[in-house]
């Protein structure tokens, strides 16, 4: 007799990750550029400055190939070209930190080919958006965010991906990795840190991608996410900004 094919078998899930296409892994991390050999772009942060945001920029620039990293590394002593722009941008800013809206400022300020899209803390679904973009894929995406319980965090990581489950064709991302330039360069990995959602509650891994929805009063909740890297313990963070990179195409 003819075999029965069951139309009821359950849907393939399984974790996917989406993550920004040209960084090379290896030893160190590299991209490629117009130039012949990959270039080294990781940029890592000192204990004793607050310099996480111009880190994370000069990768950015790296990494899109609008500045050498060997120029960005001497930016300080650059008397001309895009890192002595960066510099004198953003030195006021290398002890003290700098907030979500300065930075904005700063990097559009330097007139370069990109075109930056923020959005600040819950009122505009910051979370949604980031986790929007990370999924379209391509583009990179600046986070700042602070501590839950206390002020001594208040950072600045560049996403460049995101992890999730898929269940048939339903991706639920769960997960956005991060380099995070407090900690290690990664070695045969494209993150060293990550945000990851809670197993349970608002904003959990089973809250679908366009969370965190308003409740009756038309207000968002906060969305709390798990810091996560191998130099410290883990630390509930809420995001303070997301802002999304496009690399601008000359007609």
Known sequence: MPKTVSLNRPAMSYRFQRVYPGIQTGHVLTVQTKRQEPVRFFMQQSDLDGACGVHIAAMILAIYDLAKPSALHEMSHRKSGVSALVWQAFQHTYFAGVHPEEWVELMDGLNLPLALTAKYCVQDNADGHALEWLMRGGDLVALAFASVKHNRTKHWA???????????????????????????????????????????????????????????????????WLYEAAEWNTEEVRLLAAVRLQLRVAA
């Open 158 to 224: 560049l996403a460049v991906g995101v992890e999730g489950v898929a269940v048939g064709k339903v991706h639920s991302p769960d997960t956005i990795l991060l380099l995070d330039p407090s900690a290690s360069e990664p070695s045969f990995a494209t993150f060293n840190a990550r945000l990851r959602l809670p197993v349970t509650g608002p904003g959990s891994r089973r809250a679908p991608p366009n969370w965190p929805k308003p409740s009756e009063d038309g207000k968002r909740k906060p969305v709390h």
